[in-house]
């Protein structure tokens, strides 16, 4: 079956644009992350929906980041008033029930902020 | 101040040899750890898993050890493959929550 799909590859933006970022998971996982990979770097864990609900949101950033996940299965991360810090690479992972197993990630969209 | 993820640590190895990855975790509450492979332009792709009970896991050509006492994971390639040229991740997650820790990252240079 299909992986995880994440549009656009990349998008560039300008300083204070608002852009949204999508996530469309593996069929029938119930959870998802967002993560965030800057060069160089592991990935940074961003936010976690179980179903509809993000059960943790402890590594959004501020309040210019939020993610929605509203029938619990596309998902979209959205940024407002973007910063060129926020240049990166946007990683979107499902796994079938969160705790104890494994994700399967995306290939990312590449964000840049000019 | 200089940011370390901007320099990988890098292992080059040749081909046909075995490779081994190394790995010190931060949580002692975390009880489930995972190696993850990630090529250029792609997300990290799962190896192979292993759980707080065990300190040993086999896959195909590759090894996961676990030794909590200094809270240090390997990765262990056998007969390493120039497609196995890529940058490696531990993470680490305590199955009472659902968050995912990883690590810095160790780049492998297969050489033919």
């Known amino acids: 079956g299909a992986g995880v799909s994440q549009t656009p590859s990349n998008k560039v933006t300008e300083k204070g644009k608002y852009v949204e970022l999508r996530c469309d998971p593996i069929?029938?996982?119930?959870?998802l992350y967002w993560y965030r990979q800057s060069l160089g770097q592991g990935p940074e864990f961003l936010i976690y929906?179980?179903?509809?609900?993000?059960?943790?949101d402890s590594g959004l950033p501020n309040d210019r980041f939020f993610a929605v996940r509203p029938e619990g299965s596309v998902s979209t991360l959205k940024i407002q008033r973007t910063e060129r810090g926020d240049s990166a690479v946007y990683l979107c992972?499902?796994?079938?029930?969160?705790?104890?197993?494994?994700?399967?990630f995306g290939n990312g969209t590449r964000l840049t902020v000019t | 101040g200089e940011s370390v993820g901007l320099h990988l640590p890098t292992l080059s190895v040749q081909e046909g040899d075995n490779s081994i990855i190394n790995c010190a975790y931060s949580?002692?509450?975390?009880?489930?750890f995972i190696w993850y492979k990630q090529e250029s332009g792609k997300g990290p792709q799962f190896i192979i898993d292993?759980?707080?009970?065990?300190d040993k896991r086999q896959g195909q050509r590759v090894t996961v050890l676990l030794n909590k006492t200094v809270k240090h994971l390997s990765l262990q390639i056998a007969a390493t493959q120039p497609g196995d040229s890529a940058v490696y991740f531990c993470?680490?997650?305590?199955?009472?929550?659902?968050?995912?820790?990883f690590g810095a990252g160790t780049r492998l240079f297969v050489k033919a």
């Open positions: 993470a680490e997650m305590n199955t009472g929550g659902f968050k995912t820790i």
């Open positions: 069929s029938g996982h119930t959870a």
């Open positions: 949580n002692s509450a975390s009880d489930y």
């Open positions: 292993i759980r707080s009970n065990m």
């Open positions: 992972a499902s796994s079938q029930a969160g705790g104890g197993s494994p994700l399967h």
């Open positions: 929906f179980q179903g509809t609900g993000a059960a943790d």
